[in-house]
């Protein structure tokens, strides 16, 4: 079965959902152009996820993807809430902020049954997921309204537990990829290959669809993946310049300059592996460092950070999330870069 027939679109694009740069209006433009749009739900509160996915039911009638986390939630660490705290007292410093008046807080949200509660009143098409699956009666309620499942793989042995799991299509994310790393049976970083050398490795181990995402950024690319056994490509960074996302003044900015060439697996900003473009925050702590409480909960300390220098025209403590392949990125309308990348499938 083709990626088409399986999940009802008309070419098999899926644009990467890429929570906190895009709404409603980059996934109604892609889907509208035949691919399969995404809206990721990890950072939408209930009351916000209601409201985008009304949007997309009333601006398009072809499927989409609604994206979730499904991490653990860790219990908060004061010791080492208060040493990430420490690690960042030169910056509030600098900009005057005060680190006693921030809040603490997770940032991002796992699937859960009230947000499965919503989903069930505009039952989407596709439910795909990152960091592996929810719970099994969470998983059971997404599939009663006869949506597809898909989830991340970064390795062969986590792909072969997703078909295990049942799930209907595989996503093959390389270490080029943007964002956070769907890596979930280990975190050992080690593991991590590239689009290419995983492509065909996964599409050996698995009799599923398999979908080939990280640096994939033109027709070129597409094409190559095809070669190697995809059966669609799952494109992210891309669309990041597209008039439909919501991708910041400075981030769009780094993402036109010489900057986007320099990218890196960080864990400074959330607490867990995510590549973006090295700014001042990544150089002096990172990328990767011990100090971070765990995954989502380092995002409240460094939140004020971004602000104040987000405020000043400045992306060096922004979460400047990027792929390593950035030569896609274009100002033209999301509906064009999705027929574009479709080229690649002749």
């Known amino acids: 079965m083709t990626l088409q027939s399986l999940l009802g679109i008309e070419l098999p694009i899926i644009q990467a959902p890429m929570a906190g740069v895009q709404g409603s209006a980059l ?40 994206n979730f986390f499904c991490h653990t939630p860790p219990a908060v660490n004061a010791e080492r809430e208060a040493g990430w705290r420490t690690a960042l007292s030169p910056y509030y410093r600098e900009y005057g ?7 603490a807080g997770p ?3 796992p699937f859960s049954a009230e947000a499965a509660d919503v989903l069930e009143e505009f039952k989407p098409a596709v439910v795909s997921f990152h960091f592996g699956l929810p719970s099994a009666d969470l998983l ?22 997703l078909e295990a799991q049942g799930v209907d299509a595989i996503i093959a994310q390389g270490l080029e990829a943007g964002g956070h790393r769907g890596i979930f049976l280990s975190d050992d970083l080690t593991t991590q290959v590239g689009t290419f050398a995983l492509l065909p490795q996964i599409v050996r181990a698995v009799k599923l669809p398999v979908i080939a995402a990280g640096g994939i950024a033109d027709a070129k690319g597409v094409a190559a993946a095809m070669k190697l056994g995809a059966a669609g490509m799952q494109v992210g960074t891309a669309y990041l310049l597209c008039p439909e996302a919501m991708t910041s003044a400075v981030h769009r900015a780094a993402l036109k300059s010489e900057a986007a060439r320099h990218t890196a697996l960080t864990n400074l900003f959330t607490g867990r592996p995510a590549r973006g473009i090295v700014n001042r925050i990544i ?59 479709a080229a690649g499938l002749q």
């Open 283 to 341: 150089r002096e702590l990172g990328p990767i460092s011990a100090a971070p409480p765990a995954f989502p909960l380092a995002t409240a300390a460094i939140a004020p950070l971004r602000a104040k220098a987000e405020s000043e025209g400045s992306g060096e403590f922004s979460p400047l999330w990027s792929g390593q392949n950035a030569s896609g990125c274009r100002e033209i309308p999301a509906a064009e870069l999705t027929r574009e990348l």
């Open 97 to 103: 902020i005060d680190a006693d008046a921030i809040p």
């Open 27 to 66: 996934a109604i433009a892609v889907s509208n152009a035949g691919g399969l749009g995404s809206l990721p739900c990890a950072m939408l509160t209930i009351d916000a996820m209601r409201k985008e996915l009304a949007a997309i039911k009333e601006n398009t009638g072809k499927p989409f993807n609604v």
């Open 140 to 161: 059971a309620r997404a599939r009663s309204w006869g949506a597809k499942i898909l989830s991340s793989a970064t390795t062969v042995e986590e792909a072969r537990w």
């Open 107 to 109: 940032g991002r949200a």
